[in-house]
């Protein structure tokens, strides 16, 4: 574990939700990206009350790592119970890094129908994009070495809170 | 013991029978599968998972179901299939097994799906291929057909819940059935504790005791308290000695009509791997009852199938 010092995660989704509120309506849809972004997904959803159902995402079947990885081993099911075709929806993610994971998601997503727009809302900006890909909302941006893994975590409480990683460190 | 199937982290590397697997594989595919179900209800049903892949299936023995069904999950995945029937192909010019194989895997071949009436076909090629080439045993002769068993896992897992407090009774000519044996193999790993099988005497394998089930050869006890009836086909086909009077007399004893379905619990479910003799092993009344979840099966067999398929060229 670092001792670099990270900030509290549910202070930022408090600051996330506030910048996001402005711009939702009737027609706004959320949807979480497994793990972290769906638990965040879940909390702004009721924060914000909207009035669609949240959706959920597991982007393994739509990952260009496949080839390299294989099957993440535990997949869970995606979820959309809104009609896609037409909705406005915002992706929420944890991190945003490299950018192919939201890459995945937009491609799971258009599977399900033709969205009027997608957004993206993500806690935190760590940089290192490899595609283009930028978030509408965010929590706060951290730059952090390559060699870490940044991760949220939930207590038994229900309490978010952010954690590092060094990268193929066994024990996460 | 060197298990074939796995490499050598462990992971799967063929899917050849379920005999041997542990409990978190087959677990890891019926839970990939619960995803794969979502899939398959979508308007576009079909995630790019393993595009550019070629998946070859390769049929010696004539199955219309499982053929279909293994090209339905290949193609949902976004592979490339390639049906061969090799009943009215090379084989009947004299080319042997092996050399089929080669031929195809100098196609660049990734995964070839393999049904044939000799136990032990699926294993010899999957000995002999390279290893980023995977195999999937579609059925071989009596010995294994793990996508079956694995399915009927998968839709017994989905009606009730678990597996920890189920007695299920396989009913039927377990002698000839690869299913049997793969549905023995799963149930027993996953923890049913009790597995039960109905049949008359000459349609046992000898001393089937020893693969951990109890033996009843009368419905009327072999059926009480039973949470699932795994109902199999009278292989007709494979009734090479008169082991039988008659299919009237087999009905008369074994077959699954709602009187007998009473005798098991109230909210027991019916799975049959098809396809069904009906007025042989079940009743129309049964077969097309509430308990009956033998269409059901047939989709979570696609889930299943698509679920085994993307691990297996995942590793």
Redesign the interface.
């Known amino acids: 574990m670092d001792k670099m010092r990270l900030p509290d995660a549910e202070q930022l989704l408090a600051g996330l939700a506030d910048v996001m509120r402005p711009d939702v309506t009737a027609n706004t849809a959320l949807v979480g990206i497994y793990t972290g972004g769906v638990w965040l997904a879940e909390r702004l959803h009721q924060g914000l009350g909207l009035a669609l159902p949240l959706g959920t995402l597991d982007v393994s079947f739509y990952r260009d790592d496949f080839g390299q990885i294989g099957l993440h081993p535990q997949v869970k099911p995606s979820d959309i119970p809104f009609e896609v075709e037409g909705s406005h929806i915002i992706l929420i993610d944890d991190v945003l890094y490299t950018g192919r994971t939201i890459r995945a998601a937009i491609n799971e997503l258009f599977d399900y129908g033709r969205p009027a727009s997608v957004r993206l809302a993500a806690l935190i900006d760590r940089g290192g994009r490899e595609l283009p890909v930028a978030a509408e909302y965010v929590g706060a941006t951290l730059v952090l070495p390559s060699d870490k893994m940044l991760a949220l975590e939930k207590d038994i409480d229900g309490k978010l809170g952010l954690s590092l990683y060094n990268k193929n460190s066994p024990g996460q | 013991m060197n298990n074939p199937q796995l490499n050598k982290n462990g ?1 799967l590397q063929h899917l050849l029978t379920t005999e041997g697997l542990p409990a978190s594989i087959l677990l ?1 595919i019926l ?2 599968a ?2 794969f ?3 398959t209800e ?3 049903k ?4 393993l595009r550019g892949k070629s998946i070859f299936n390769l049929f010696f023995e004539p199955s219309t179901r499982t053929r279909t069904t293994f090209e339905i999950a290949a193609k949902r995945l976004s592979a490339d299939v390639v049906n061969l029937n090799i009943a009215a192909s090379s084989q009947t010019k004299g080319e042997t097994l092996l050399d089929t194989v080669d031929n195809l895997a100098a196609m660049h071949a990734d995964m070839f799906v393999v049904r044939h009436s000799q136990s032990g076909a699926a294993h010899l090629i999957a000995r002999h291929v390279r290893p980023e080439i995977h195999v999937i045993n579609a059925g071989d002769g009596r010995h294994a057909h793990p996508t079956q068993g694995l399915l009927d896992m998968f839709t017994i897992r989905h009606y009730k819940s678990n597996f920890h407090d189920l007695r299920v009774a396989i009913v039927g000519d377990i002698l000839h059935s690869r299913v049997a044996r793969s549905q023995i193999h799963a149930l027993t790993t996953l923890g049913v504790p009790e597995v039960r099988v109905i049949a008359p005497k000459t349609l046992l394998p000898a001393k089937v005791e020893r693969l951990g089930v109890h033996v009843y050869h009368e419905m009327a006890q072999g059926l009480k308290d039973v949470d699932v009836l795994l109902m199999l086909r009278l292989q007709n086909e494979r009734m090479l000695s008169a082991r039988l009077p008659s299919t009237e007399e087999y009905f008369k004893y074994y077959g699954l009509t709602p009187e007998k379905l009473s005798l098991a619990k109230r909210d027991a479910i019916v799975l049959h791997p098809g396809p069904m003799n009906r007025g042989v092993e079940i009743d129309s009344a049964v077969a097309d009852g509430g308990q009956s979840m033998i269409l059901p099966q047939v989709t979570f067999g696609i889930a299943v199938r698509m679920a085994v398929m ?2 297996l ?3």
């Open positions: 992971e890891h839970n990939t619960e995803s179900v979502g899939v979508r308007d576009i079909k995630v790019p998972l993307s691990i060229a995942g590793n």
